[in-house]
């Protein structure tokens, strides 16, 4: 089993950045999955924002957070981070940190965290 622990959510004016981190623990096999983040908005499905392969070499982001958003991860700690800058309106969401032995960064995770809120207020 692996468990994925949150933090760094909050609240943030317009324009803001903010910076998630995501902790994995449990097999260590763990260390080497593809890591992503999704969010869900009050009232949506959740979505994918951004993931990468255990190796860095392959990332993929939502277009609505090209540009804005960068994913990294230290396969040492075993975690993932999620660089938020110039937060909009519509980025308010819990984020959920997720893992997993996938075929498509985009889905498919086996392991998600409780999620983290992120607010975007003036």
């Known amino acids: 089993q692996v468990q994925l622990v949150e933090s760094g959510g909050g609240l943030v004016q317009p324009g803001g950045s903010l910076r998630l981190s995501c902790a994995a623990s449990g097999r260590t096999v763990s260390a080497y999955y593809a890591k992503a983040w999704f969010r869900q908005a009050p009232g949506k499905e959740r979505e994918f924002v951004a993931a990468?392969?255990?190796?860095?070499?392959?990332?993929d982001y939502a277009d609505s957070v090209k540009g804005r958003f960068t994913i990294s991860r230290d396969n040492v700690k075993n975690t993932v981070a999620l660089q938020m800058n110039s937060l909009k309106p519509e980025d308010p969401a819990v984020y959920y940190c997720?893992?997993?032995?996938?075929?498509?960064?985009?889905?498919?995770?086996?392991?998600w965290g409780q999620g983290t809120q992120v607010t975007v207020s003036s």
């Open positions: 990468l392969d255990w190796r860095s070499t392959v990332t």
């Open positions: 997720a893992a997993g032995a996938v075929t498509s960064l985009g889905s498919d995770y086996q392991y």
